[in-house]
């Protein structure tokens, strides 16, 4: 009964779920962010509420859907409603707690790209784009990122600012965000595949935690920047075998995301 | 109540869908009406704007067969897979073929909200200290008449055609959908055509005895076509799964401008309609995308009142 | 999903409606909450903002009652009868003593949108070439940030308070309505606190059976208080039928201040609750209304997938 | 079998129904024109949709409803939505033929007061307001008008204009439509219990029919200006004993609004 240990992964997710504790009303993005979000329901969060952006409040998925449209999220439900309400009495109307955003590249505040590598015009590279993200970062009370650490996705200048983090620095993002209104006080955390990164009154990231297995040097080598950390930086946690076994077992039986 | 629009698909969209136009097949992720796109590319259409929050597979296809000149969306991939390689192609790079105009979900909402009601812009909070100004002029800041306060706008979108699928309508075009029910309301409200794809056509009774479930009267509506299966790989709540298998398939097909050239040979060029699309997909992949049970909304009572 | 929010309908007015607050009791013609408006005049509330596009009979009531010092509004009659008197009462003449804030149906309508949305203003395509921004301020021009056309703004409606009769609800306050849906929703999102009150209080299943049906989630419902026959001699589609032989009566019973006063006395100050209200109204009362037959909306399937 | 003669009032709504004819999607008011409304799509105009301002669309009501929210125009109707989206996509996304409106004033162009009587803040009669009338005024692609005459309701100058008509004259009304992209029309009929008015090119109301038994001495009495009057004024046709029995027997049963 001895389970396989932890992968980067997987102490990503349950870092991840483990930041949703005492959360109500959670936006949830596909792929990783999805599994962290069901995780959470499963052990530290039972009371979140899942909102997807196609639509649907309080969803009750009856396997991990491929994507945020799935049906699964949709029978079961507690409302399924347009587009419209959607984004604009739950996420603009400031409903939604905390909302999951990944990225391509992401700078030291938190700053987002989720549209190009190269200039925008000719791009190396079309991403996705905005989706919702722009808005998740603007109106969600509070924004976690997930998404793996690299020194191609941990930079100094992101290519295109596509979601808003904390701009230039702390002070003036949160006098920006009071004086215009927005409803969300920005990123709180990005949990990487490396280790927690929580934000200083600067508004730059900080390292917090760093996973088991993980050194200081391969943060160092996969950070854009000189990164900066927490003088009191910890092990994160080691997941339990009930976090684990709900992510292999139930979560993501095929490995599709978690291997 | 008017006389019957029913149509075949053929016949919907040579009347209704014209070179040049800007078309909207929405849907988000559900109802995504991928029988009209594979008829468009059959007819030859040319030098489309096609417009779509999510451009998904279908516009991917229709981009790789060369109808579409320009792309207006807000999430251009393969949910949860990867990305529309075609797209891609023409829009990386030195000299892109595809004029992209980009906006955010709730921008493309507004848009077709401002379309539908008739608004020469709709407000939003969103686009604060992005670069997404800079890249789209189109999105505009505007100040509040009360207090100064700064949010953006964006302008009305009205498609010379809306195409959505649903799970039924009657005869006159009256469509009732349930699930995902996306921007299709808006969409359809806000284009100058519409037609309507229906996995089933019901009786006008069927439709006035659930007044609430109505999303787009006939009043607006062109043609009524009915394709069951129209939807996949997408899907329709109750009727089928969403063929989550094809969409991770699509990725190497699509990253392979040899192999998609065949595909769409073989999946719409060398079908005469639907029907054939159906037959070939075969009792098996049918049958695997069958709910695994049903979830019966229940009924309400509406009350007769004199 | 969380803990029960079911509550008596004097211990939510006592928690949740202070003096001086902005109320807002929507439903268009539909569903009005009378018995809320009863046991808010019982409590003695002093100085209430009321709001509603329509104040119908219970505004005039609350307003005779004294708990009122405002009116925001957009249509101020008995519909399809004749007058409001009490509400006359206060402001016609020299001395107005009740202040009107006055919009058009959409106004009011764009009001709560924007207030639900977070927007600073709503434009709307109205008042052009109307006294209406004379005589109401806070309804100003905006010009488009494209082409320079001129529209109509008005501002968000934030209620302190927003109540609601529906038909169903479960205890966590997940909210389900069928026939006209007025504003309702609009007007609960815009609002600091929610109350809920309902035909029928039902398991959470019954809601999550059919989620589009969903008009109001738990999570903005401060309580959900369960009163049968609570809209009288508004109505509940499906559950009783609009009394218009009382909103005929009310003409004469308003016109007549010590009439009035009576009345209050008898059917709101006299009894401890609705339920007291639906005893005296009585079982032939109750009979008359009852719709005159079933009208079934029909069930869809949603379909279990994994 | 010989029926009682027509009254003024059922004159007044065989008049508006016949109106009708040809027209698609009409808004409907309570009161007289809704038994206009529902008179003309059992003769003149059966394709008529009929769309209630409460949130209506196709509705089918088995019996006369006292006001414009009753549960008989709800059950069966085509479709049933929040007002947002009715004004919004429907009335003001220009989807409208024929608006109806009453009135408590109206002056030669066809403006409209609703709202109050004497002066705004201190008024001698304090009416209804616009309710949904502002919004039909503009958006409706004609209006037509629905009242009784008198030299009280027939005004030189209206006290408060609440919905607009051809303004100040048809030339200059145009022009703004134009230029402020309403898509109403504006007024195109005005139907009493004396006689039919329609609007020239100056914007003007114009008499063009009587009813049998009024007279032209009557109409200028209950008109607050001189009226125009056409030169080939015609009598009203009489009322075929269809449409008299319809109203009769079928839509106002008990004389609510006709007697």
Known sequence: MSAAPATRTER????????????????VGVGLPNIAVNLAQRTVAPELELVYESGVYGARPGRLPLS?????????????????????????????????????????????NTTVIGDYAHP??????????????????EVFIVMRQSAR????????????????????????RAEQGWTGHGPSVVVTDLGVWRFGTDGEMVLVSLHPGATLDEVRGATGWAPAIAPDLRPTPEPEPEELRLIREELDPAGLYTR | MSGSKVATMRDAIAALVRDGDSVAIEGFTHLISFAAGHEIIRQG????????????????????????????????????????????????GDAPTLALEEYSHFGMVGRYTAGAMRLPFFPLRSYFETDLPAANPRIRPIRSPYGDELVYAVPPLNPDVTIVHAQRADAAGNTQIWGLLGCQKEAAFAADRVIVVVEELVDEAVIRADPNRTAIPGVIVDAVVVEPFGAHPSYSQGHYDRDSRFYVEWEAISRDPERLDAWLREWVHDLPD???????????TLARLRPTGSAPSGSVDYGRYG
């Open chain 1, 12 to 27: 990503m997710i349950v870092a991840a779920a483990r930041e949703l504790a005492g959360k109500r009303v959670c936006f």
């Open chain 1, 68 to 112: 945020i449209g799935d049906p699964t999220i949709v029978t079961g439900a507690t409302a399924v409603t347009s587009m419209l309400e959607l984004f604009g009495y739950y996420l603009q109307g400031g409903r939604v707690d905390v909302g999951f955003l990944g990225a391509a590249q992401i700078d030291r505040y938190g700053n987002i």
């Open chain 1, 124 to 141: 190396r590279t079309r991403l996705p784009g905005s989706g919702g993200a722009c808005e998740i970062a603007i109106d969600a009370r």
């Open chain 1, 153 to 176: 996705s941990f930079v100094e200048r992101i290519d295109f600012r596509t979601s808003p983090g904390n701009l230039g620095g702390g002070e003036a993002a949160a006098r920006l």
């Open chain 2, 45 to 92: 259409r040319r030098d489309l704007t096609l417009i779509r929050m999510t451009p998904d597979l279908i516009y991917d296809q229709m981009v790789a067969a060369g109808t579409a000149s320009g792309l207006v969306f807000s999430w251009l991939g393969n949910p949860g897979v990867g990305s529309l390689h075609a797209i891609r192609r023409r829009t990386e």
């Open chain 2, 274 to 284: 639907r029907a054939a699309y159906r037959e070939k997909l075969g009792p098996e």
